[in-house]
């Protein structure tokens, strides 16, 4: 027996459509639910589901087809498939076993853990429950008294890593009244500001700006648009990084912190001693230190970076020229937003991912959207992939990559592997002193960021929290204020936004629906497209914004606290902010309904879905 597939009415006005994608093959077996084809209309993108369960049999259309309402697009039977005309499209792996993912990247600059604990950009806290780092100093809430100097101590503080957990904790301290030593053995910014956050940002913003140009015809714009010129691009990253790098330098002199260049080693829980860059050591000792060395990309053994076919985020950075083809390994915020920009520039790009769908930490809704925008892209995503091997030319690389399908033979210029960060702590002579590491090679703190030995703090990428620059920016406030004797409050990491700045941009805060109703809330959802969104249809946006929040029977709309905000679209990394307060705040839906969004603005999406969730919805 066989089930025909109709398109379905999708808006009043609505009569038909265009066929984006398929998202199934003739023989795939699937089930109840289970999204088959993208459809696009004037009003909206959507994915259509199946209604039964079993065989695709046959596809009706083809890419690009228009389709009417209630026109066959499929049949979905028992038994074995009879053929179609359809092209297939990408395939869906939902229900396929998944192997043990690989880390995926964060985006601090800094990437968060591997091993076992992929993190995106939305980043997932790999510690304790809760959001809660699981640690040794079992959590007990600091005595709120300002730490003193014995006789023999030279400062208040020792803060080992200059990046932005370090140098956080080196300002705010010394915002506090205490002296500070600050020990970079490079530039002081680190991870985020020399190689990561602030750079490939402006990486991404000349992206932009070259999208603008080749789409400007459709704005009523000529432009001439003969492409990127790679050496102008670093010049200007190069640039915006200098001038970040000035300020911090005068910021660090103007609190009189003193930077000590060169590497340092803990020998006893109060005493460091530094070799510094012009050969001289120098022993000195504090009653706090903290410990912020951060991270570095991590390279896979069977295919260690080379610098030029086999590159890490930091290698892509500084290319002097652009790759014809690229293969980006991993669909964290790093692999997602260099997939972006090379795209931009016109490079062919392929992520290959060995999770079931990209950005695999972020709420499913959110990832199905920007898989879209990317199909859209001409991005090729392998999704369900795993890398099996890799060879090297001078003048190529070849991948071989496992699907369900079998294996695959890639070629590119070049493979980007953005599987994650190791965390960087050897030589630092923290073993020594006593302090604890995890098995993954993580420093294991409490929840006020206390290690095992009394006295030593650590921050950052060092240990298992969200690899994030702002998160690192608040364990940096967490440390520096209970050393100045302040009270203070862990940090809920689930409240903390999480940022991926492909195009479309990807945010989040809170819980996704997956989390939440593993939490054990009853959960009540909305989801709003920009596409009905006047500023949207003025910049030609797509995307959606999907709340998650707790049912409550009692509430106006039946909707209580928000548990989660989850943004794909134009600006989302800049509109979380007002998600994180909603979250943070445990606002309901009736109190951020009665706010009023400027008209017309990207901004409108976060009122209009909850005002929705009010039972006050005004379009839809």
């Known amino acids: 027996m066989a089930t025909e597939v109709e398109l379905p009415q999708l808006g009043e006005s609505v009569t038909e459509g265009v066929i984006t994608a398929w998202l199934v093959e003739v023989g795939d077996e699937i089930d ?43 049949v979905i039977g028992e038994g074995a498939a009879t053929g179609g005309d359809g092209d297939g499209g990408d395939t869906d792996t939902t229900g396929e076993d998944r192997q043990a993912p690989q880390a995926q990247p964060t985006d601090s600059g800094q990437d968060a853990p591997a091993q076992g ?47 932005t957990g370090g140098y956080s904790t080196a300002l705010r301290a010394a915002q506090l009244g205490l002296e500070v030593a600050l020990i970079e053995k490079d530039k002081v910014g680190g991870t985020c500001l020399h190689w990561g956050c602030i750079p490939t940002k402006a990486v991404l913003q000349t992206a932009e700006v070259a999208e603008f140009a080749q789409e400007a015809a459709d704005f009523g714009v000529t432009l001439d648009y003969q ?65 912020a060395t951060g991270s570095a990309p991590r390279e896979l053994p069977f295919a260690p970076f080379d610098g030029k076919r086999i590159i890490s985020s930091d290698h892509a950075l500084h290319l002097t020229k652009l790759p014809k083809k690229a293969i980006v390994l991993g669909s964290g915020a790093v692999g997602m937003e260099f997939a972006t920009a090379w795209n931009a520039f016109g490079v062919e790009v392929t992520i290959v991912e060995l999770e079931s769908r990209l950005l695999p930490l972020e709420d499913p809704d959110a990832s199905k959207e920007v898989e879209r925008a990317f199909r859209k892209r001409g991005i090729t995503a392998m999704t369900g992939a795993k890398l099996a091997g890799v060879e090297t030319t001078s003048r190529t690389v070849k991948c071989e990559v496992e699907t369900k399908k079998g294996t695959e033979e890639l070629k590119a210029d070049l493979l980007l592997v953005a599987v994650g960060r190791r965390t960087v702590t050897e030589g630092a002579g923290l073993e020594d002193v006593g302090i604890e590491l995890d098995d993954r090679g993580f420093v294991a703190v409490d929840e006020y960021c206390r290690t095992s030995v009394e006295g030593v703090y650590a921050v950052g990428d060092v240990i298992p929290t969200l690899g994030l620059a702002h998160a690192s920016f608040a364990e940096g406030f967490l440390v520096a204020d209970q050393l100045a004797g302040l009270e203070v409050l862990p940090i809920d990491y689930k409240g903390v936004p ?8 990807v945010a989040s805060v809170g819980y996704t629906e997956e989390q939440a109703k593993g939490a054990g809330f009853e959960v009540v959802l909305e989801k709003y497209p920009f596409q009905a969104l006047g500023r949207a249809a003025m910049a030609k946006a797509t995307g959606m914004l999907k709340l998650v929040a707790e049912k409550d029977d009692d509430a106006e709309g039946g909707a209580g606290r928000i548990l989660g905000v989850h943004i794909v679209g134009p600006r989302a990394t800049d509109l979380i902010g007002e998600g994180q307060l909603i979250y943070n705040w445990e606002a309901l839906p009736t109190d951020v309904a009665h706010l009023i ?3 017309p603005s990207f901004s409108e999406a976060i009122g209009e879905a909850h005002l929705a969730l009010a039972g006050r919805a005004l379009h839809g």
């Open 117 to 163: 604990a992929p993190a995106s950009g939305g980043a997932e806290y790999v510690g304790g429950a809760e959001g809660t780092p699981s640690g040794p100093s079992g959590g007990e809430q600091p005595a709120a008294e300002r730490i003193r100097k014995g006789e023999d101590h030279d400062f208040d503080v020792i803060v080992l890593g200059g990046g």
């Open 227 to 291: 492409g990127i010129e790679v050496k102008a691009l670093n010049a200007h990253k190069d640039a915006v990084v200098d001038k970040m790098w000035k300020g911090l330098q005068g910021a660090l002199k103007g609190r009189k912190v003193e930077t000590l260049h060169g590497t340092g080693k803990l020998t006893a829980k109060d005493t460091v001693e530094v070799e510094l860059e012009g050969g001289e050591t120098r022993t000195i000792k504090a009653p706090a230190v903290v410990v």
């Open 32 to 74: 109840v639910d289970q999204p088959i084809v993208e459809i696009s209309t004037d009003k909206v993108d959507t994915e259509i589901p199946s209604p039964v369960a079993g065989t695709v049999q046959e596809l009706r259309a083809e890419v690009d087809d228009t389709i009417e309402v209630g026109q066959v697009i499929a």
């Open 597 to 599: 969004h400027a008209h």
């Open 498 to 505: 999480r940022v991926t700045y492909s195009h479309p941009e």
